[in-house]
């Protein structure tokens, strides 16, 4: 009971902090929502029992993305450019995207159900991790075998961000030299 209680309460002040982040027109204000927002994403991760995963949303999601967005954002205008007419684009997108998402949710099975493939499937993993991948330890199979596109994808994003506030300070360096 109380586990959904909380469940509950971080998710309607995920949608508050989302709502705030649409609704901000201060670019340092969206950063710090944005990292409040991954705060509470990592918290919802922790009543999940899902703790990596909570770790590596307060690591990468508050830690890392929030420095570099206020990286771009010190090399940038702080305020948001007014807009000139209303963009229903946007709007298309997040709709059809949360239909996505809430069409992936029915295909799930039910929470705690032990019908769930970890349940059914992941009890033997220790057993079944070494022949399949070739990989002396589980939590290595696991990180580069099993979840490799999803650290690989990860890599990528942080790799990318990087490269892309690098390129912003070149592009300010190069201002300043004329």
């Known amino acids: 009971m109380i586990e959904t209680t909380v469940t509950i309460l971080l998710l309607l002040m995920l949608g508050a902090?989302?709502?705030?982040i649409v609704r901000v027109r201060g670019l340092f204000a969206a950063v710090v929502l944005l990292g409040v927002y991954s705060f509470l994403m990592a918290t919802l991760f922790v009543v999940l029992d899902a703790v990596d995963v909570a770790m590596t949303e307060a690591a990468v999601g508050a830690g890392v993305s929030t420095v570099f967005?206020?990286?771009a954002l010190s090399l940038t205008d702080t305020v948001?450019?007014?807009?000139?007419?209303r963009?229903?684009?946007?709007l298309f997108v997040a709709v059809?995207?949360?239909?996505?998402?809430?069409?992936?949710?029915?295909d799930l099975p039910q929470f705690g159900s032990p019908e769930q493939p970890i349940h059914r499937d992941g009890a033997d993993y220790l057993a079944r991790s070494m022949p399949e991948t070739g990989i002396a330890n589980v939590v290595s199979a696991v990180l580069a075998s099993y979840r490799g596109f999803d650290t690989l994808g990860e890599t990528t994003v942080v790799f990318t961000a990087g490269i892309g506030i690098l390129a912003l300070l070149r592009r300010r360096r190069g201002e300043g030299k004329s």
Request: overall charge positive; glycine content about 14%.
């Open 17 to 20: 902090v989302t709502i705030g």
């Open 69 to 71: 967005f206020l990286g």
């Open 80 to 85: 948001e450019a007014p807009r000139k007419r």
């Open 87 to 90: 963009q229903i684009m946007p």
């Open 96 to 106: 059809v995207t949360a239909g996505a998402l809430l069409w992936g949710l029915s």
